[in-house]
């Protein structure tokens, strides 16, 4: 028996948050919703999540300030952005940084899974 993956999703939209969560919830994903990246970093799911689904713009902490930030606290956690304002620079950055994917609002159900599957399959230990 397998243990189910974690996905914390992190957007300042509420809607999103709920539509993202109730999609992976039917897919089996335990799921955890933050408004914003301080909360996240705050909670307890910090340490058992699987993988993050994040706003790549937010206040106070943007989804690739958050993958830095990870990053350097030594989390390798898989990171797939979402946004409403694709730009290929901050694509670039993103990808860079090191996230799995990178999703133009909106996307496609299929495109989410395919990054999640991607992201979990690649994913070892969440720590460096």
Same mark, same amino acid.
């Given at each position: ?9 992190? !957007? ?10 109730? &999609?992976?919830?039917? #897919? *089996?994903?335990?799921?955890? =919703? ?13 340490e058992a999540t699987s993988c993050v689904i994040? !706003? ?10 958050? &993958?830095?930030?990870? #990053? *350097?606290?030594?989390?390798? =956690? ?47 230990d969440a720590t460096m």
């Open positions: 028996m397998s243990v189910p993956s974690i996905i914390s999703v992190i !957007d300042d939209d509420a809607s999103v948050r709920l539509a993202t969560n109730n &999609l992976l919830t039917s #897919r *089996g994903y335990t799921v955890y =919703t933050f408004g914003s990246a301080h909360e996240f970093l705050q909670s307890a799911e910090l994040a !706003d790549v713009q937010m206040a106070a902490m943007s989804g690739v300030e958050l &993958l830095t930030h990870m #990053r *350097g606290l030594g989390r390798i =956690t898989p990171f797939i952005f979402m946004t409403a304002f694709p730009d290929e620079a901050v694509r670039d950055r993103a990808l860079k940084a090191g996230a799995i994917g990178f999703l133009a609002k909106p996307f496609s159900t299929r495109a989410l899974i395919e990054c999640l599957e991607t992201a979990l399959s690649d994913a070892g």
